[in-house]
């Protein structure tokens, strides 16, 4: 099966930026939908952004629009989140996944933005 394994993450203070990695192995995701998740503690799960198969199309939750841009290298095998001006809200360990029907979920990658 395919597991997904997110990077990148770490200590930044408010706006910073950080790249964020999503790669996966077992086989290939080119043909599938994605999408970055984060959760912060004591909250659900949410959307941040997702990226169709070729890259053409793409969509930001509202709080991170104008700040991060989503990307993918599918020759590689690896979805991206490039984050720019955090704010400590934007504090969640961040998640990768399919959309629609979801893979496993990995570990994450922890985000803090300190003020």
């Known amino acids: 099966q395919v597991q997904l394994v997110e990077s990148g993450g770490g200590l930044v203070q408010a706006g910073g930026s950080l790249r964020l990695s999503c790669a996966a192995s077992?086989?290939?995701?080119?043909?599938?939908?994605m999408g970055w998740f984060r959760q912060a503690p004591g909250k659900e799960r949410e959307l941040v952004a997702t990226i169709n198969w070729s890259g053409s199309d793409t969509y930001y939750a509202d709080s991170v629009k104008g700040r991060f841009t989503i990307s993918r290298d599918n020759a590689r095998n690896t979805v991206y989140l490039q984050m720019r001006s955090l704010k400590p809200e934007d504090t969640a360990v961040y998640y990768c996944?399919?959309?629609?029907?979801?893979?496993?979920w990995g570990q994450g990658t922890q985000v803090t933005v300190s003020s």
């Open positions: 077992g086989r290939t995701f080119s043909n599938y939908n």
């Open positions: 996944n399919r959309r629609g029907v979801s893979l496993n």
